[in-house]
């Protein structure tokens, strides 16, 4: 029997028993129930205690012996056995529990006593129905384990597998530490408008909508920076922000399109002062959340206790890439170091951004203890404040730890003149290409002219930071309802996939290369290695349109990087976790400055025009590092 038949015979059966209850008079979903004891509360006790409880939940575990019954309950702060006997709660009562199963809610008031095998247990005196549950939930000792399933179906998530409860316990204690922090040193919340006429304070793509009575486009917030300056400008001294971003851009482990940030802005502050807040209140949520500013992440211990290393990217890249741009002065120079090192030169890119491309590719992935990155070159840096010593530098940092980019601030430009001219310089960008460089903002500028005190400002990625104290290894595992490809509908994962093996190509409309006449020997043609790989990561290379970037278990212990120009046929999100074949013994090679390592394979063919291509995937059992032959 298929699981979808016996899944159907199941929820027939539930029904039924729907209507039996309805039948005797009793309501199937109940009203409301007099809760008075959590089930945390009552496994406080022991069972000489003598007091009544009353309390309720769902039943997670059902067993019925003849006039006897045993089972379990669990609320949101725990599970608990209880038992229901029929010379105790009457053969009516009884009759109604016999119609009860997994996945109801029940409410029930009883006295504890300790079973033979020593589990606590609650005795029912009476109990209620509270609401039948109707669709099977999955199986006690497979559990729900289809990681897309997971995230699409939080809720049965939250009930089958309730660790997955304590990320989110961890998020809120973590967010209320933070808060608290801020509270305490004089800044008030506030709220800004998430619909923007003009997609400003970030380089990104902004998801766009429109609005039918003012007709005119608008775009969700990817960033609520300008805003939270225009109130320092109307004399508020210290305000922020918590709430969610948009950025219509690509998905993987550490990106989901809506994401949770906080900015903050100080009036009489700068870039400094915003540093000792960072490694101040990220320590904090630590320790609040953890019980400690140490915390181990998959394997690597991190030490979030202040004070952190601070760098400027100039040293990081003299560091890691053993390039001195103290002494390279010129655009051209600039440009010719990065073309003997192999990044990738964009169009009308200048010093600053070769020496930013050159922090992005040799000294990003070596920061895995929180580190401080300061003072970027102002071309990638249009909203902050000059560095007074080198005009070319900005008063600005990031903050890094475990090679990811938590938190950016700096000391704010309040100059309108300097600042209405690193907008033209972002409008030039958006010329030549780059549709993720700001627009102009006229109000921003007009609000600068009427003065916007000496302000540090700063923005804190809050699921980052999130993922290192839950030691989730994706955003997806920190966000209750993560963005998901919808399914089509009544369909399931099981279904689109299995729909996706059996599509029917139509074999007069496809075209094949002609086969090599040329022969290769077996020593050259052996000399290639073919290997299984599991991809652990997949994302989108900023930028391309063409390319994937994949992080593969090899079965060497050391992870492989390998790009492929796939991006038309697949998206991110749905490789990871899939077992694919590659060719491991190709020379590196650069591409958009990311150096590759190998090639995947895949079957490609023309069909009726277009080009259709198919990574080759394997049976998820055989191992990363298995040889082809």
Request: contains cysteine; proline residues 4%.
């Amino acid at each position: 029997m298929s699981n979808q038949t016996n899944e159907s015979k199941i929820i027939s059966e539930k029904l039924k028993k729907v209507e039996e209850l309805k039948e005797i008079g009793i309501e199937p979903y109940g009203r409301k129930y007099e809760k008075i004891n959590d089930i945390e509360e009552i496994n406080k006790y022991d069972e000489t205690c003598g007091k009544v409880f009353k309390t309720a939940g769902r039943i997670i575990a059902y067993r019925r012996m003849g006039k006897n019954g045993f089972g379990h309950i669990q609320d949101s702060t725990g599970k608990l056995q209880y038992y229901v006997k029929q010379d105790e709660v009457g053969e009516e009562q009884y009759e109604i529990y016999k119609k009860l199963g997994i996945g109801d809610f029940i409410g029930i008031e009883g006295v504890l006593f300790r079973t033979k095998t020593g589990e606590l247990t609650l005795r029912a005196s009476s109990f209620e129905v509270q609401s039948k549950n109707i669709r099977p939930l999955p199986e006690k000792f497979h559990g729900l384990t289809n990681v897309e399933t997971r995230y699409r179906q939080r809720y049965v998530d939250l009930i089958v597998n309730p660790e997955v409860k304590d990320a989110f316990l961890t998020r809120t204690k973590a967010l209320k530490a933070l808060r608290s922090y801020l509270d305490e040193r004089g800044f008030l919340e506030v709220e800004t408008p998430i619909l923007n006429t003009i997609a400003g304070g970030a380089n990104a793509r902004p998801f766009i909508t429109h609005h039918n009575t003012l007709d005119i486009p608008m775009y969700l917030r990817i960033a609520n920076e300008l805003y939270l300056k225009r109130l320092i400008v109307g004399g508020f001294d210290k305000v922020y922000e918590m709430g969610r971003m948009f950025r219509n851009e690509g998905m993987d482990m550490k990106h989901n399109p809506e994401y949770t940030a906080i900015e903050l802005y100080q009036a009489y502050a700068d870039y400094k002062d915003m540093m000792d807040i960072t490694e101040n209140v990220i320590s904090h949520m630590a320790e609040v959340a953890t019980g400690s500013m140490k915390i181990n992440y998959q394997g690597t211990e991190i030490d979030f206790t202040p004070p952190w290393k601070r760098m400027t990217m100039e040293e990081c890249v003299k560091e890691y890439a053993g390039v001195d741009f103290s002494e390279i002065n010129t655009d051209e120079e600039a440009l010719a170091i990065a073309r003997e090192k192999g990044i990738e030169i964009t169009p009308g890119m200048r010093r600053g951004e070769v020496i930013n491309a050159f922090f992005e590719e040799f000294g990003e992935d070596k920061l895995i203890q929180p580190t401080f990155i300061t003072h970027h070159p102002v071309e990638v840096s249009p909203l902050a404040k000059r560095n007074v010593e080198d005009p070319r530098r900005t008063d600005r940092f990031e903050a890094f730890a475990n090679k990811w980019e938590l938190a950016n601030a700096f000391s704010e430009l309040n100059d309108p003149i300097d600042q209405r001219g690193r907008f033209e310089d972002q409008v030039r960008k958006r010329e030549l290409g780059d549709d993720e460089a700001c627009e102009m903002d006229e109000d921003f500028i007009n609000a600068l002219e009427v003065g916007l005190p000496p302000t540090g400002g700063l923005g804190i990625g809050i699921d980052r930071v999130i993922m290192l104290l839950t030691n989730s290894t994706t955003i997806r595992d920190v966000l209750l309802f993560p963005t998901m490809k919808p399914l089509r509908d009544g369909s399931s994962e099981a279904d689109e996939e299995a729909e996706k093996k059996e599509v029917k190509i139509d074999l007069s409309k496809v075209k094949v290369e002609p086969l090599f006449e040329e022969d290769i020997d077996f020593e050259t043609f052996s000399k290639s290695d073919f290997r299984v790989v599991k991809v652990l990561k997949c994302e989108e290379v900023p930028k391309s349109n063409k390319l994937l970037k994949f992080t593969l278990n090899d079965g060497s212990g050391q992870e492989r990087v390998i790009l492929s120009g796939i991006k038309m046929h697949y998206s991110a999100e749905e490789l990871v976790g899939k077992t694919l074949v590659a060719i491991t013994n190709l020379p590196p090679r650069k591409m958009m400055g990311v150096e590759s390592c190998g090639m995947l394979i895949s079957a490609v063919c023309d069909y009726d025009g277009e080009e259709l291509l198919n990574l080759l995937m394997v049976d998820d059992k055989i191992p990363a590092g298995a040889k082809l032959y």
